[in-house]
């Protein structure tokens, strides 16, 4: 075995991808992200111990989640970029081990090889790689309940940039990141880990909830809003991923100059921000889910831009036209730097590009409307409780998450149209494209379908799930009728989980599978505290959630 990633949703035989990723990583990139991994433990290890001898280092944070971020799938698949993120750890590591030698010498006599290891000059990182991977552990359930933090950490670690981006960051997230890390380098108890991993979950909660004050504070609270889906005569950037930071910046640079930006997969919810809303040359949303971008971006004629994660392998038919930012990364495509000091990042490249394209083929025409963030719910909650207690809204479902390629995934399609016409389904994430564009109808003018956003606006919907249970006077989540039917592939996901884990939400279903990383130990510690269970036969599934199993 020359790599072993099992962190997503699609691994190969819902086990393991040990040759090739199915994602399109190939083994060297996989063994340098473990790599990375190992060397941002060594981080946190010489980062707590300062911090522990009075020089707190907020670098230090943000290091290791740039460095988590750039490791989650289909984020960055670039060899170089992951191996300069390693020598810039180890030489920020080995700053800071100095100074604190100097202040206990007896401190380093007993380091983890993580804090200690040092790649000599020419050295082939791979070799190292290699030694610390995910199978370096050889015992199962330790192993699923390390690997089930570092997944969760990941997930945090990107909503933790997305604040830090907008000038948004809180120093309890870094400490528990680096004790979180720093954990998984320990010999713990099971129920020290477990603890770990819970702990995680209200972490997740506490980065969710700054990620939406960030965006809201900067760019105004989301709106209900129409989202035309269809395409204008002018040349046209598309842009995808997470990062509103960059697509402020895109529509400011791009204002004036003929040439129209449009939204794709996560971006869509750009939308409903208020501050976007003024940019005439904001035109639409152009296709649908992340792993439809191999067809669409080659339709779409003009330049992309990736912001993070989901990345696909690059065709050649739009490589010319393709380019990444921030943590995203693919070998032989364009990438916009990083902005400086007060200044915007530069995307001249794109728009000059884009003035030479055609205009956007039509993929369809139509509307999308979202919006649904938590003040819009809660704005009509009068009406959405009413309509509950009169019966006109028997259940809510939430099927939040992501989206992937595999068939299974119809199971979401057929449970929203299986559901009966007195449900809310409530979603936020790539997942929505399941079922966004069906005609559901609506419940009294409530929409059947109400998008709160991108999946960090899962926190949104834990928000609307707790102002419900105050409006009814429950002591609990659990006891509103309200369901959970969650679609998962990537980290950000398992971060979400774990932050419902926290809020004590029970009887989550999640598919299509229930996660590789797992053990079958952990599983039934999920299972036996938080009813988790999953997906099944569509029918049988949705007969369980009317009658609140």
């Known amino acids: 075995m020359s790599m072993f990633c099992f962190q997503c949703q699609e691994t190969a035989k819902n086990q393991g991808c040990t040759v090739r990723g199915v994602c399109g990583k190939q083994e060297p990139t996989a063994n340098l992200q473990d790599l990375l991994i190992h060397t941002l433990k060594g981080l946190a290890i010489a980062g707590k111990k300062a911090d522990e001898l009075g020089r707190y280092d907020r670098e ?43 202040k206990d010498a007896t401190w380093a006599q007993k380091l983890h090889d993580a804090a200690t290891w040092a790649p000599k000059k020419g050295e082939d990182l791979q070799v190292k790689a290699l030694l610390v991977g995910i199978p370096s552990e050889p015992n199962e359930d330790v192993r699923s309940l390390q690997q089930l933090l570092i997944i969760g950490l990941k997930g945090i670690a990107a909503y933790a940039d997305h604040a830090l981006v907008l000038g ?144 696909i392998p690059v ?100 449970v929203a149209e299986a559901l009966p016409k007195d449900t809310i389904i409530l979603t936020a994430g790539c997942a929505k494209y399941r079922y966004n564009k069906l005609d559901l109808g609506d419940i009294g003018g409530i929409p059947r379908v109400l998008d709160a956003g991108q999946c960090n606006d899962s926190y949104s919907l834990a928000v609307i799930a707790l102002k419900l249970k105050e409006a009814f006077g429950l002591e609990s989540i659990n006891d509103l009728p309200l369901s959970f039917d969650i679609a998962w592939y990537e980290q950000k996901a398992v971060a979400v989980l774990l932050a419902l884990l926290h809020l004590g939400v029970k009887g989550i279903r999640l598919g299509p599978t229930l996660p590789a990383f797992l053990s079958p130990a952990v599983a039934k510690v999920l299972v036996d505290n938080f009813d988790i269970k999953p997906t099944g036969e569509v029918q049988a599934d949705v007969e369980a959630m009317m009658a609140g199993k």
């Open 315 to 414: 065709k050649d038919s739009y490589k010319d036209r393709f380019y990444t930012t921030g943590m995203a990364g693919w070998p032989g495509t364009k990438h916009i730097p990083d902005r400086k000091p007060r200044k915007q990042k530069d995307f001249s490249p794109l728009i000059a590009q884009a003035k030479k394209c055609a205009p956007p083929q039509e993929l369809e025409n139509g509307e999308i409307v979202g919006g649904f963030a938590h003040n819009q719910v809660m704005a009509v909650a009068g009406k959405v409780v009413e309509a509950v207690k009169s019966g006109a809204i028997k259940r809510f479902v939430v099927m939040a998450g992501c989206d992937g390629r595999q068939k299974s995934r119809n199971y979401f399609t057929e």
């Open 60 to 102: 230090v944070g943000r290091t290791i989640i740039r460095g988590l971020f750039a490791t989650i799938t289909n984020a960055n698949f670039d060899d170089a970029v992951i191996s300069r993120l390693i020598l810039e750890a180890v030489a920020q590591r080995d700053t800071l081990r100095k100074e604190c030698e100097a």
């Open 168 to 311: 948004y960051e809180d120093d309890a997230i870094y400490r528990f990141i680096v004790d979180g890390l720093i954990s998984t380098t320990q010999k713990l108890s099971v129920d020290e880990m477990v603890g770990m991993v819970l702990k995680a979950g209200e972490i997740a909660v506490t980065t969710m909830a700054l990620l939406d004050k960030a965006n809201t504070e900067t760019y105004g609270s989301p709106e209900i809003t129409k989202v035309s889906t269809g395409v204008r005569r002018n040349p046209g950037i598309l842009i995808s991923g997470h990062d509103l930071k960059d697509m402020d910046e895109l529509l400011q640079q791009t204002e004036g100059t003929g040439v129209d930006v449009y939204t794709h997969g996560e971006m869509l919810p750009c939308h409903y921000y208020p501050a976007f809303k003024k940019y005439k040359h904001l035109a639409g949303n152009y296709g649908g889910s992340w792993w439809l971008q191999d067809k669409e971006f080659a339709s779409f004629n003009g330049p992309i831009l990736l912001t993070t994660n989901c990345i």
